[in-house]
């Protein structure tokens, strides 16, 4: 390690608060309604973990009063199934919010798939309408995909409310995270370098960041010799391991912040998800939207 780097932890960064403070403003906006809201999550696989997902969802909806339903497809769905029932979801009236569950069975195409969700019902973000208006800036009229959000108001959290003209490196160009989220911060007026786990000279590229973002999936992508001690590190990569759920951080970086894995990104993902529900029906009944 460089005399550089100090050798004290950051300061963690938890989601937890930050999601419940979400989750108290979701219960307000459902407690306005005379209605539940029916959220519907499509399932296609055999992935026993992707059931587990759905049912950890359910819990959450049953106690925010939320209508929560699963179509389970199975492994053996066929593309053409799958259209069918996003296309008979996404045209339904009493169907407020459509989640399809990754990863599909092998040979389902889930690009093609998302062609057949409705922007407006889109809860997860993902669908090629909603990226684009991320992508175009037009923010206000999209369901955001909620982990990049999550990583936004983490940074908004350790860095203040105003991004503007600070410096974010974001390592990981994948669909779900990392291309979204690059979009997303150039809209709050931040410098974006976007990297990815072949970024030679990684240690140098992050010198000049305030805060770097990581999203790969790759335990121990960023250690110690990569940072610097001002840096903010939020961390959203994902990995199972025998010991249990790791990010792509070590942990007790000698940084300023970082959150983490598990109960950083993860909890406010999930809180943020039911927010969209809120904003999807206000989008569908032409009821102005933050």
């Known amino acids: ?38 959220l519907v999550s499509v399932l296609a696989s055999g992935d026993p973990a992707s059931r587990v997902y759905v049912d950890s969802k359910a819990r959450r909806a049953q106690r925010l009063g939320v209508r929560f339903s699963v179509q389970d497809l199975g492994a053996d769905a066929t593309q053409a199934q799958l259209h069918e029932t996003l296309d008979a979801l996404s045209s339904d009236p009493e169907v407020h919010g459509i989640m399809l569950e990754l990863p599909l069975a092998a040979g389902l195409d889930a690009d093609a798939a998302l062609l057949h969700v409705t922007a407006r019902k889109d809860i997860e973000g993902l669908s ?8 175009a800036g037009r923010e206000s009229e999209a369901l955001l995909p909620p982990t990049p959000r ?18 974010v490196a974001v390592i990981g160009p994948g669909r779900t995270v990392g291309r979204p989220l690059t979009f997303m911060l150039n809209n709050r007026g931040v410098t974006v370098t976007l990297c990815n786990e072949h970024t030679r000279d990684l240690r140098g590229v992050l010198a000049a960041q305030d805060a770097v973002v990581t999203a790969v999936g790759r335990a121990g992508l960023l250690g110690p010799d990569h940072v610097q001690p001002k840096l903010v590190v939020i961390d959203a ?12 951080a070590a942990p007790g970086l000698p940084v300023q912040v970082q959150t983490p894995v598990p109960g950083g990104v993860g909890p406010l993902t999930s809180a943020l998800m039911y927010q969209n529900l809120v904003r999807a029906v206000k989008l569908q009944r032409g009821e102005p939207v933050e």
Do not use: Y
Request: hydrophobic share 40%.
């Open 128 to 135: 090629p309408a909603n990226l684009a208006l991320i992508a």
């Open 237 to 248: 990569g994902i990995n199972v391991q025998p010991g249990g759920v790791v990010g792509d």
């Open 1 to 38: 390690m460089t005399d550089s780097v100090s050798p004290t932890p950051g300061r963690e960064l938890p989601g937890k608060p930050l999601a419940d403070r979400v989750t108290r403003q979701v219960r307000t906006d459902l407690a306005a309604w005379a209605f539940e809201p029916h």
């Open 150 to 167: 999550s990583v936004r108001f983490l940074l908004r959290e350790a860095l203040g409310d105003d991004l503007r003209g600070l410096r």
